[in-house]
């Protein structure tokens, strides 16, 4: 088994495969294929490929130079724990070179996971939503 990390230009993702293994890590049931690829197709993004299976995906979504935010890191399940999560993370940050501040929202049991990849909590800002 050799895992393979590539950026979306190196290796496009097909919706279907997203949204296999958002179905395994139960999340976004709502979410439609071709919404799913529209999204794919305007953001930075990239996979973790266990030969010709999706196990791993993270996007971010970007202005293209000032800001960038970290979004749907997920993991098979199977492979969670593994450190592929965190090689994932690092290859999209190298996608992300060129952005001035990468941000991210997580659940807090997430924090010491984004910590190891030298990301800080901020006491300054509050996440907001509105829906």
């Keep these: ?24 890590a139960n999340w976004w049931g709502e979410r439609k294929e071709q919404d799913i690829d529209k999204m794919l197709n305007q953001e930075i993004s990239v996979g973790a490929w266990n030969d ?51 941000s991210l929202f997580c659940e807090e049991d997430l924090i010491p996971f984004y910590e190891k990849n030298n990301f800080k909590s901020s006491k300054s800002q509050f996440v907001m939503h509105r829906k």
């Design 52 to 102: 010709d299976v999706l196990i791993g995906f993270a996007r971010a979504v970007t202005d293209g130079k000032f800001r960038a935010y970290i979004e749907d890191v997920v993991l098979h399940t199977e492979f969670q724990k593994s450190g592929i999560g965190t090689k994932l993370v690092s290859k999209l940050l190298e996608e992300l070179s060129h952005i001035d501040v990468v």
């Design 1 to 24: 088994m050799e895992i393979k990390i590539m950026s979306f230009s190196e290796r496009p993702i097909k919706a279907i495969e997203l949204m296999m293994l958002y179905h395994d």
